[in-house]
C-alpha cells in the first residue's frame, strides 16, 4: 500500500540555520504531496502542497519539489527562525477527500 | 471563519465509559474524517465520510464508531474506550475545488 517515510526527529538547529526534512514515498498512483505543520498545542496547518511531479510548493520561505524520479518531497528553508520550531508532517493523497495519508512527523527545534 | 470545530479539547475518562467526541465544520464540505495522532506514527485515519449516512473505515477504525446525519456534524463515538485509545484525535473535512484539508484543534483523550 501507498506509505510516506520521513527523517526521524527531532532535528535541533540554530537559527538562521539551513532546514533540510527528508521525506520519500510510495505510491501506486499519481498522489498529491503535502507538508503540514504542527505548532505546540495546536492542530494542523497546511504548509505547502505540489499535484503533480517536478511541481514546487513554497510558502513563508519553505519550499520542497515533487520528485516522481527518486519519489522524494524533502523540506527545505534557507534561514530558519526560533518561531519555525514545530512539528512537521509529509502527506499524500489522491484528491479524492478519502484520505491523508501522513508520515510519522519530525520534530524541529530551533535555538537562538 | 471558515473552520472546524472540536470538543472537548481536553477529556479524561475511566475505561469502559462511553464517549463522543464532537466535531462540525461551517464550510459545507461534503467529506470529513477521524484521525488519531501517536508519536512515531504520525496520524492514522479512523473513519471517514463522504456525505450524510455515508462513511467507511479507515486503517484504525476498531473501537470506534461514527455517525453523518447532518453534513457539518461528524462525531466520533467510543463506545467502551480502553488505555489504548489514548491519542491525540484530529477532525478534518475537504473542500474538494481547491482540493484542500481543514484540520479542528485537536481532542487530547486520556484513558484511565
Known amino acids: 500500500g501507498d506509505s510516506v517515510t520521513q527523517m526521524e526527529g527531532p532535528v535541533t538547529l540554530s537559527e538562521e540555520a539551513f532546514l533540510t526534512i527528508n521525506c520519500t514515498y510510495t505510491?501506486?498512483?499519481?498522489?498529491?504531496l503535502f507538508w503540514y505543520v504542527q505548532y505546540p498545542g495546536e492542530g494542523l496547518q497546511l504548509l505547502l502542497k505540489?499535484?503533480?511531479?517536478?511541481d514546487k510548493g513554497s510558502n513563508k520561505g519553505f519550499e520542497a519539489t515533487y520528485r516522481k524520479e527518486t519519489t522524494s518531497f524533502h523540506l527545505e528553508k534557507g534561514s530558519v527562525q526560533v518561531s519555525d520550531s514545530a512539528v512537521y508532517f509529509c502527506?499524500?493523497?489522491?484528491?479524492?477527500?478519502?484520505?491523508?495519508?501522513f508520515g510519522q512527523g519530525t520534530e524541529l527545534s530551533v535555538k537562538p | 471563519e471558515a473552520q472546524v470545530t472540536q470538543n472537548p479539547r481536553y477529556l479524561i475518562t475511566v475505561t469502559g465509559k462511553k464517549l463522543t467526541v464532537t466535531c462540525s465544520q461551517n464550510?459545507?464540505?461534503?467529506?470529513m474524517s477521524w484521525y488519531r495522532q501517536d508519536p512515531g506514527l504520525g496520524l492514522r485515519q479512523i473513519y471517514y465520510?463522504?456525505?450524510?449516512?455515508?462513511?467507511d473505515k479507515g486503517d484504525v477504525p476498531e473501537g470506534y464508531k461514527v455517525s453523518r446525519k447532518e453534513k457539518r456534524n461528524f462525531p466520533l463515538i467510543l463506545e467502551s474506550p480502553s488505555p489504548n485509545q489514548t491519542s491525540l484525535y484530529f477532525c478534518?473535512?475537504?473542500?474538494?475545488?481547491?482540493?484542500?484539508?481543514?484540520f479542528g484543534s485537536g481532542t487530547r483523550l486520556t484513558v484511565v
Open positions: 502527506a499524500l493523497d489522491y484528491n479524492q477527500g478519502g484520505k491523508l495519508i
Open positions: 464550510m459545507n464540505h461534503e467529506y
Open positions: 505510491a501506486t498512483g499519481y498522489p498529491s
Open positions: 505540489a499535484t503533480k511531479a517536478d
Open positions: 465520510s463522504m456525505n450524510v449516512e455515508v462513511t
Open positions: 478534518a473535512s475537504y473542500e474538494t475545488q481547491s482540493m484542500s484539508y481543514t
